[in-house]
């Protein structure tokens, strides 16, 4: 892939009216796509950050250079040299042992071919694709300030053109811990490099929607994004793959048909019932949930029909999950069937809440019976009474019952404690992977376990979001350990952004409440060693912020609440809160 330019071929004035095309060749008339042609409503693609050299390298005859950020785009540059010359710019993420660029992991042969019209100096950049790159390798230029006495063009400037979807910035994470901060960007930058006109899942070897990031990393782009007129597309991108059995594909639009799990799996497909919740839980607008009801209900008999006594068995489970001794994948750690299932569950669960919503009376009978069926099925099928463990006892297998609610009220301390003893027993280390990540996460998170999830991610090992770092990461990778191979410009495992905002920093919804941060929480986590958390969200009602620190164990909070909002705030080991309505309140508390 790539771009040919030859500036030898332009025609200055081609494009205002008057110009004479006789010697252009005809078009060719084609029939029209199908479907409805409508406007573009969500935010466009633009060039929204660039970046310059941060160093250069001569490799043989090329140059390479570090851009310093991995990113979506292309580079741009200007350059001096004689009529006829052609220069090659290779773009890539990693570079060889010996200094080249290595393609391997993100998909090649894709380079830009230049060649000059011999007028001066000339600026070009592609226009018709993008690729993830944090190198460029030239070749047949030299760079302006190099010592190469070769008779080749030189390279006056050079840029590369962060380009991704240009939906408003919504949030700010900041705190005392420099694993979190670098963290927080790492997932950031790899949020808008797969940010386009669809989330991708990396911007270079697939470019395509994988839906389950959209729901398991839901709340973090939420935080991080204004998603108010991007989401819709997403809907509607979801409607438009649905297939006429009701099966949501596992990437929308699906502009590649795939088999097995990578067309049909329901974590995947789940999105299309969970991330209209999602929406409405952020901004108050329940409009998806009316408007998609049909491809909710749909979607939840698809999965009925897939289920032997009400077992849902097929699917990639907990994609990628971590295991030293297997390779990236398929489940290792965690049954397909309990992962898929637990999802049968869920999409059920919030089917229910949607015909409750929308007054649909014999749905509501059906459906919830169905939902206690599958729960009765589930712990029948899953659950050892005698260990109290779920599936094989991973971590995934016990924390996705727990937060989907599946767990019998005697059993749930039970299954709390094996999931914890299975961490501590790991050093404070995951198994999870791109699905199991968010259903751990926020198990321990809304259990009260703030300092397990604390440890577990405050250091610089495997597998951890510190070793990325360590290793030189400037997006998220695809696997915990990226040495493995595979992209450096993944989001999926970045579910660690709604812990920092909805624990750390303690912004949160009002369970239920359904108001878009009209009503919401304050009830930020002192933990480990973090002196300090200062956060914000940009609601639709104006932002809220969040100043936190400890100071040899006096704790001191800022907080700003958005004009006709009202907010509860609790403070660190109290379970009372205080009733703030919109202004600038301190808040002051000895910590035991």
Aim: charged share 25%; net charge negative; glycine share 8%.
């Amino acid at each position: 892939g790539g771009e040919d330019y030859d500036a030898r071929l332009e025609q200055p004035g081609w494009d205002p009216p008057g110009f004479d095309y006789s010697q252009w060749l005809p078009v060719v008339v084609d029939n029209a796509p199908n479907g409805e042609l409508k406007p573009q409503t969500s935010t466009p693609v633009r060039e929204m950050e660039y970046f310059s050299i941060k160093e250069s390298m001569k490799t043989g005859e090329s140059y390479v250079l570090d851009m310093g950020q991995n990113l979506s785009g292309y580079p741009a540059f200007t350059v001096k040299g004689k009529r006829g010359d052609k220069i090659r710019l290779t773009v890539a993420e990693r570079i060889n042992d010996d200094g080249s660029i290595n393609q391997t992991q993100s998909g090649g042969p894709y380079y830009y071919e230049y060649t000059l019209k011999g007028e001066s100096e000339e600026t070009w950049q592609p226009r018709f694709s993008y690729y993830g790159f944090r190198y460029i390798q030239v070749d047949g230029a030299k760079l302006s300030e190099s010592e190469d006495n070769r008779d080749i063009p030189v390279i006056k400037a050079i840029k590369s053109c962060f380009v991704y979807n240009s939906a408003e910035p919504a949030g700010s994470f900041h705190s005392s811990n420099e694993i979190f901060n670098n963290a927080h960007n790492l997932i950031v930058n790899a949020i808008k490099s797969n940010m386009q006109a669809v989330f991708t899942d990396c911007p270079h070897r697939e470019k395509l929607g994988w839906l389950e990031e959209v729901h398991l990393n839901g709340p973090g782009l939420y935080y991080n994004f204004n998603l108010a007129r991007f989401a819709p597309k997403i809907m509607q991108d979801i409607r438009d793959a649905q297939l006429q059995n009701g099966l949501v594909t596992s990437i929308a639009p699906e502009y590649v048909v795939f088999n097995g799990g990578f067309r049909d799996s329901p974590e995947w497909g789940s999105a299309s019932v969970i991330f209209p919740f999602m929406y409405y839980e952020f901004y108050g607008d329940n409009s998806f949930i009316v408007e998609y009801y049909d491809v909710m209900k749909r979607y939840v008999d698809y999965l009925t029909t897939t289920a032997k006594d009400h077992i849902v068995s097929h699917g990639l489970g907990d994609w990628c999950d971590y295991r030293e001794d297997q390779p990236y994948g398929v489940s290792h750690n965690t049954p397909i069937s309990l992962s898929a299932t637990t999802h049968y569950f869920m999409v059920i669960d919030y089917l229910v809440q949607a015909a409750e919503m929308l007054s649909k009376k014999e749905d509501i009978t059906f459906y919830s019976n169905l939902r206690e069926e599958v729960r009765t099925a589930f712990n029948k099928e899953f659950f050892n009474e005698d260990t109290k463990q779920y599936g094989t006892g991973s971590q995934a297998s016990n924390a996705m019952p727990l937060f989907a609610g599946l767990v019998n009220p005697q059993d749930k301390q039970s299954v709390l404690d094996n999931l914890v003893k299975d961490i501590e027993e790991k050093g404070y280390r995951l198994s999870t992977g791109d699905v199991g990540n968010r259903y751990l996460f926020q198990a321990l998170a809304r259990n009260g376990l703030n300092e397990v999830m604390y440890k577990m991610h405050n250091h610089n090992e495997v597998p951890g979001y510190g070793f990325q770092l360590q290793f030189g990461a400037t997006t998220l990778t695809e696997l915990w350990d990226p040495r493995k191979g595979a992209s450096w410009n993944h989001f999926m495992m970045g579910q660690i952004e709604e812990w920092f905002y909805r624990s750390l920093a303690g912004i949160d919804v009002e369970e239920n409440a359904y108001t878009g941060f009209k009503n919401f929480k304050i009830a930020p986590q002192v933990v480990g060693d973090l002196t300090y958390v200062n956060a914000s969200y940009n609601t639709l009602y104006g932002t809220i912020k969040v100043d936190w620190k400890v100071d040899n164990g006096q704790f001191e909070m800022d907080i700003e609440v958005p004009i006709n909002c009202e907010a509860k705030v609790y403070l660190p080991q109290e379970t009372n809160y205080t009733a703030v309505k919109s202004g600038k309140y301190s808040f002051k508390k000895r910590l035991q």
